[in-house]
């Protein structure tokens, strides 16, 4: 029975792995690329350093105009599926993004419409402006102009915001899986058409001809600062050791 | 098994024993001190909604620290958390350079255990004197202020916060002396014309 037993475990352990490999087309495996591109009116699309338009495209808008984002992504590898791919994207100067409504709301998730793929967001920190967001899966043989996944950003551009200030929306793929009949674990090369081999970018340019350059600090003075003692800026012991114990109680 | 064996097993449990203790209390600690993921709001707090982010400068007694804006005064949970990162602006006080009176608060001492770099930032803020320039900086303006006394109060002596929007104050808060929660050190300072 062990020897039985050696030897399936010894033909698993060789034909297996074989298999998987066998499985993956070319070296590279997955070849995904991701382009994020910008609107102002949601039909005419830029990129800022895609191929396709000049170098230092901007999209150009005034404050308090809304501002649209689309986000594809495609294989272009012959039979390798790509899975839970993960990626973060962040805003400069995030105090002027309004309202955003990142992909996974159910309108923006799915721009193309196929009802199959689609992105959720996973987190958007609006201090830093940085979001996390993953797309469930892409098939192969697809391009940017067929068969890509595509999901919508939008955000309304603040009414305060400074003339000229430069909003740069960037996004990159930070992991994902291959899959044949096997997953695989994270196997990528990322890539986007865009100013590094990692990166793709939207360069928005605010125009707010009106407004003050640099704003003051708005006071948030009040006559009475609601407090009822000065803050506890020291080491309490006893109200550790309170807290302390009042916490294992609830253990039991 | 021998004599000595046994020995270094005993050894070798009490150890496991009490680092796992150790593991649990510091882990309870931290649940007590404050929330470990704090990023986000941090981030928001050290910006104003002009996107400044203000630095507190006090050259006489070697202190430079970040600016935590509109931290609620009364949470005590939120307040431990934005210490961790630099020195507190009170909720409700007079931002930077607007009329009023801006109160900032930090350590003076703290849980040696606890996160955080700023856990002594006040603890020299006895040695001010009247006419010490404390400072506040931005990226588009440095704002100056002179010490104009300091003393002593009570924690509820909470009058030391009030506003008089006739004037642009800097009040600096903290536990004293330090080490203890018995009283608060009030710095107070006015902008320099």
Redesign the interface.
Same mark, same amino acid.
């Given at each position: 029975m062990k020897k039985v037993l050696i030897v399936l475990a010894s033909v698993l352990a060789v034909v297996l792995p074989t298999w998987v490999i066998a499985g993956f087309t070319g070296d590279l495996g997955v070849d995904l690329h991701t382009r994020l591109e910008g609107s102002s009116d949601n039909s005419t699309w830029l990129n800022y350093t895609a191929e396709d338009n000049p170098g230092d495209a901007t999209l150009s808008v005034s404050a308090g105009d809304t501002v649209y984002l689309r986000l594809k992504t495609w294989d272009t590898s012959d039979t390798i599926v790509a899975n839970s791919i993960v990626y973060s994207g962040t805003f400069t100067?995030p105090?002027?993004v309004n309202t955003p409504d990142f992909l996974g709301t159910g309108t923006n998730d799915d721009l193309d419409g196929d009802g199959v793929l689609l992105y959720s967001l996973t987190s958007y920190?609006?201090?830093?402006g940085s979001a996390v967001f993953g797309l469930n899966g892409i098939y192969p043989s697809s391009t940017v102009d067929t068969d890509y996944e595509s999901g919508g950003i939008t955000f309304t551009t603040d009414p305060d915001t400074p003339d000229q200030t430069v909003i740069l929306a960037t996004v990159q793929i930070t992991s994902a899986e291959e899959e044949l009949w096997i997953s695989r674990a994270p196997r990528i090369t990322d890539r986007a058409l865009a100013d590094d081999p990692s990166t793709t970018r939207v360069r928005i340019l605010v125009n707010n001809p009106t407004a003050t350059p640099?704003?003051?600090?708005?006071?948030?003075?009040?006559?009475?600062?609601?407090?009822?003692?000065?803050?506890?800026?020291?080491?309490?012991l006893l109200?550790?050791i309170y807290?302390?114990l009042a916490?294992?109680s609830e253990l039991f | 098994m021998s004599k000595r064996n046994k020995i270094i097993l005993s050894v070798f449990i009490v150890a496991i024993i009490l680092g796992s203790i150790v593991l649990v209390i510091r882990r309870?600690?931290q649940? /007590?001190?404050g929330p470990i993921a704090i990023? !986000?709001?941090? =981030?928001?707090?050290?910006?104003?909604?002009?996107?400044?982010q203000y630095t507190l400068n006090i050259k006489p007694i070697n202190i430079e620290a970040p600016i935590v804006l509109?931290v609620d005064?009364?949470d005590?949970g939120e307040?431990i958390s934005r /210490?961790e990162s630099g020195v507190?602006h009170? !909720?409700?006080? =007079?931002?930077?350079?607007?009329?009023?009176?801006t109160?900032i608060?930090?350590?003076?001492?703290?849980?040696s255990w606890a996160n955080g770099n700023y856990k002594k930032v006040?603890s020299q803020l006895d040695k001010l004197k009247r006419g010490d320039e404390v400072e506040i900086k931005s990226a588009?303006e440095d704002l100056s202020f002179n010490v104009l006394d300091t003393k002593v109060?009570k924690?509820?002596?909470?009058y030391?916060?009030?506003?008089d929007?006739s004037k642009h104050l800097l009040t600096l808060?903290?536990?004293?002396p330090?080490?203890?929660?018995e009283n608060?050190l009030v710095v107070t300072a006015e902008e320099a014309e």
């Open positions: 100067n105090q002027y920190d609006s201090g830093s640099t704003p003051t600090p708005t006071s948030t003075a009040t006559a009475t600062v609601a407090v009822s003692s000065l803050p506890e800026t020291g080491p309490n109200s550790l807290r302390w916490m294992i | 309870i600690n649940k /007590l001190l990023n !986000k709001t941090v =981030a928001e707090n050290h910006r104003d909604i002009t996107g400044r509109n005064g009364s005590k307040y /210490l507190a009170m !909720k409700g006080s =007079a931002l930077p350079g607007s009329p009023g009176n109160v608060f930090g350590h003076s001492s703290y849980f006040f588009q109060v924690p509820n002596d909470t030391v916060v009030n506003q929007l808060v903290t536990c004293w330090a080490g203890t929660v608060r």
